[in-house]
Nanobody, 126 residues
Framework: QVQLVESGGGSVQAGGSLRLSCVVSGYTSSSGCMGWFHQAPGKGLDWVSTIWSGGDDTYYADSVKGRFTISLDNAKNTLYLQMNSLKPEDTAMYYC???????????????????WGRGTQVTVSS
């Protein structure tokens, strides 16, 4: 059974940093894509970033490009999201997700991802 558990969320002031972690168990294939999404209060689920587990390809939403960095430690089965220069509009629940069998064709739509964590809250105050 595939399980994803996020951690690292918290409350910071604008301009601060956080590093989110997502420990993945039950899935070790290099053919999948691993991503981060967020959902702000009263809004839909939005894609943030994705990395292909079989290579170094990374993808970012325009709103976070240059501020966030996604990475994957295959030895630890852990996905990370380093978030710098945080803004109040980054406030949201952040979820990690896995899309299996994508072979590098990583998408940005939530329905392309098969497994999800329960989320970790990030709150950025001005």
């Amino acid at each position: 059974q595939v399980q994803l558990v996020e951690s690292g969320g918290g409350s910071v002031q604008a301009g601060g940093s956080l590093r989110l972690s997502c420990v993945v168990s039950g899935y070790t294939s290099s053919s999948g894509c691993m991503g981060w999404f967020h959902q702000a209060p009263g809004k839909g689920l939005d894609w943030v970033s994705t990395i292909w587990s079989g290579g170094d390809d990374t993808y970012y939403a325009d709103s976070v490009k240059g501020r966030f960095t996604i990475s994957l430690d295959n030895a630890k089965n852990t996905l990370y999201l380093q978030m710098n220069s945080l803004k109040p509009e980054d406030t949201a629940m952040y979820y990690c997700a896995v899309a299996v069998g994508r072979y590098g064709a990583c998408g940005t739509a939530p329905n392309e991802y098969n497994y999800w964590g329960r989320g970790t809250q990030v709150t950025v105050s001005s």
